[in-house]
């Protein structure tokens, strides 16, 4: 299955790159074919739109969405989850899918 991954970036460190490039390799260990945004958007100093209209472009190739903990507190990962629902995407939670707990973002930082 193509699946997108959507999670918080803004206001981590190394804007939250490792969870992403994670979740992506075990996904990929499962079979999956994996939209990376940590793998599209690979300049820290990018204005936040400019990676948006990249990824959105992506997404919408994929057949659904996979959510990373603290998704909730993400601007961008709301667009892309609300996106991704309003063009019958499914929409499925990382560690539901990879049958375990990933390691969430810190709560405090909101993006």
């Known amino acids: 299955m193509k699946l997108y991954l959507a999670g918080p970036m803004t206001g981590h460190p190394d804007l939250n790159f490792p969870a992403f490039h994670e979740m992506a390799a075990r996904l990929r260990g499962l079979g999956h074919e994996i939209i990376n945004p940590a793998e599209i958007n690979t300049n820290p100093g ?5 990676c948006m209209r990249a990824d959105i472009a992506q997404l919408v190739t994929c057949e659904g969405v996979v959510t990373l903990p603290g998704w909730e507190r993400s601007r961008g990962a709301r667009i892309e989850v609300m996106l991704a629902g309003e063009l019958g995407m499914s929409v499925l939670d990382a560690a539901r899918l990879v049958g375990d707990v990933v390691p969430r973002a810190p709560a405090e930082v909101l993006a």
């Open 46 to 50: 990018a204005a936040w739109t400019d």
